[in-house]
């Protein structure tokens, strides 16, 4: 973390969402000498309403913190570049039948492109977030990089979101929470009296918040009934709505569940699972059981590759890898690699790997990148 007299009066804008994560950036900053402004970002228009969307009370909250700090606030809205950028593309994945992660995109488009572009525009040196990760620039073979690091605090760790960065934005990017684990953060917020300091953490997809995904989806994507179909036996086993409100490993809401089949030892019927997406017959195919060998796959093709370096890794090298955030890491290899897709086999099968999710790549601390399920 750096120190006062590293700051050198450097000018830093930090992106400020109303949470004890990046109040707690904007304060570190300060007590650290940096001059700092605090920028609210409005991303979402459609129906900015109180029962579901926060950002009313979250502009409220970025505003008393700012006070309290003794910052200056600024709010920009970049809800059209959002819709244009990550919502579009959202919404397409979802059509084909993937199941995308828009706020990786959002990070990319938005936080680190759009927000990264204002900031130099009112003059600032570096930005800054609440995310939990570390940026540390290495020299190697006489060639200078910006590493994205993981985050001490295991648990909160979000370089799986910013696999799509490249040196150019983190050279401009600061993560002051970086070496902090989360109890740390709140206790500095309580001590520096902030009343974020006990705010909930926000969760789910930022433009959905709380409300149902599936009542969400179908104001968008119209209903496309088809057949559910069992992948064993290809018996009909009920009717969807539509490809896109199911992804792959999911459980409930197939309203299958009356309908029997292999049974566990205690005499008990296994439960359905969403194991693959016919989208040229509009098909669902379910499987019986968790562990079904049609949801364990040891090996995936990655797509749309962003190595944060600006090389690609080295092939036949054990890394380790997530295909989902709230995975561990899995040690791995990649067998093949061109310059738009990359095969990654598994030292062991991992369950319901989903098209769509992003698969980061990772030598022991340091994120590499990664790319997109295939």
């Not at 904007?26 to 926060?54: H, I, P, R």
Request: include cysteine.
């Amino acid at each position: 973390m750096s120190s006062k007299k590293d700051s050198g009066g450097m000018k830093v804008v930090v992106g400020m969402s109303g949470g004890v994560d990046s109040a707690v950036t904007a304060l570190l900053l300060k007590q650290q000498g940096y001059e700092v402004t605090g920028l609210f970002m409005k991303n979402w228009e459609d129906d900015d309403d109180a029962e579901y969307c926060s950002t009313r009370q979250d502009l409220v909250d970025v505003a008393s913190v700012c006070d309290v700090i003794g910052i200056d606030l600024e709010v920009v809205n970049f809800s059209k570049e959002y819709k244009d950028r990550v919502f579009a593309d959202f919404l397409r994945e979802y059509e084909a039948g993937r199941t995308p992660n828009p706020d990786i995109l959002c990070n990319s488009e938005i936080k680190f492109r759009c927000f990264l572009d204002h900031a130099m525009q009112l003059g600032a040196d570096r930005i800054a977030t609440g995310h939990y990760a570390q940026v540390r620039e290495w020299e190697s073979d006489g060639r200078r990089e910006f590493q994205l690091l993981k985050a001490e605090d295991g648990t909160k760790d979000q370089s799986y979101f910013l696999y799509r960065l490249n040196q150019a934005q983190l050279s401009k990017t600061l993560f002051p929470l970086g070496t902090l684990y989360k109890r740390e953060v709140r206790k500095i917020a309580e001590a520096a009296g902030l009343h974020v300091a006990t705010k909930k953490d926000s969760t789910g997809i930022c433009f959905i918040g709380e409300r149902p995904f599936r009542e969400f989806l179908m104001r968008y994507l119209p209903t496309q009934p088809g057949e559910i179909r069992s992948l064993d036996d290809d018996r009909v086993m009920g009717e969807h709505q539509g490809l896109m409100y199911h992804t792959i490993g999911q459980r409930k809401g197939l309203h299958i569940g009356g309908i029997k089949g292999n049974q566990d030892a205690a005499g008990e019927h296994d439960a359905w699972y969403v194991a693959a997406k016919d989208v040229k017959r509009n098909v669902l195919l379910v499987v019986q059981g968790h562990d079904h060998p049609a949801l364990l796959k040891d090996r995936l093709a990655a797509i749309d590759l962003n190595w944060i370096s600006g090389r690609a890794p080295h092939t036949h090298w054990v890394y380790t890898a997530k295909p989902r955030y709230r995975t561990p890491d899995m040690p791995c290899e990649i067998d093949a690699l061109t310059g738009e897709r990359a095969e990654i086999a598994f030292a062991e099968a991992q369950w319901a790997l989903t098209p769509g999710q992003s698969v980061v790549v990772y030598e022991s601390k340091v994120c590499l990148g990664g790319g997109i399920i295939a």
